[in-house]
């Protein structure tokens, strides 16, 4: 079974701390993505990643940053955390194949709480 | 525009079955997925369409209409532990994808 692992379930920061989310996998995946989840919205693209060393913006890049220096890593830095970016935060891996039906395996999340 | 809409919350007995719809508005679709997220943990795979029809897995089915930008996911023969919430999200032109906010299943013995 893929595993994708967050390094931490819960975090408590202070508004203009740098904050590191880690996510590892093992399965050898190529895609890497990078979520958040709030109630009543959908889960909304952070950055992802296609290969190493390679990243593009999602739908909310803003306040973000993501690095991927090995295939199996992929973090994500808040680089002043602010309140308003208290939220789940979801990391996903899924295999690079010719299909998009592709599934993304999810780690267990975030939750990060910004005061 | 692209927006995508599911209900928030349904109940059902056990034993039952249910239907949770989804409905979407896109120019450019590449397929769309279940998935479902026990609370506290992460989301996983149920199903994926992207040819009209009913494709059936076990106690779970999924239907895709794409003229009327509509799927349901149906479950049978209801047990506790599908108490959950279930989130479907389509694949636009640019293969992002697009996630409705979930419903929440609850299970009444």
């Known amino acids: 079974d893929v595993k994708v692992t967050q390094s931490s379930r819960y975090l408590v920061k202070r508004t203009g701390e740098k904050v590191f989310l880690e996510c590892v996998q093992d399965?050898?995946?190529?895609?890497m993505f990078w979520y958040r989840q709030d109630p009543g919205l959908g889960l909304r693209l952070i950055y992802f990643s296609y290969d190493v060393k390679m990243k593009e913006k999602g739908d909310i890049p803003e306040g973000y940053s993501v690095s991927r220096e090995k295939k199996e890593r992929f973090s994500l830095i808040l680089e002043s955390a602010s309140t308003n970016q208290t939220s789940m935060y979801l990391c996903a891996s899924s295999a690079q194949t010719d299909s998009y039906n592709s599934p993304l395996h999810f780690g267990n999340g975030t939750r990060l709480t910004v005061t | 525009g692209q927006n995508i809409d599911q209900p928030t919350e349904m109940t059902a007995t056990e034993g039952a079955i249910v239907q949770i719809n989804c409905t979407y508005q896109?120019?450019?679709?590449?397929?769309l997925f279940w998935y479902q997220q026990h609370a506290g943990e992460a989301p996983t795979f149920l199903s994926y369409?992207?040819l009209d029809g009913l494709e059936e897995k076990g106690r779970f089915s999924s239907f895709l209409s794409r003229s009327k930008g509509y799927s349901y996911l149906l479950l049978k023969e209801l047990q506790m532990k599908d108490s959950a919430s279930y989130l479907c999200a389509f694949m636009d032109s640019n293969y992002q994808l697009i996630w409705g906010a979930g419903t929440k299943l609850i299970i009444k013995p």
């Open positions: 399965m050898d995946h190529e895609n």
């Open positions: 896109t120019s450019g679709f590449n397929g």
């Open positions: 369409n992207v």
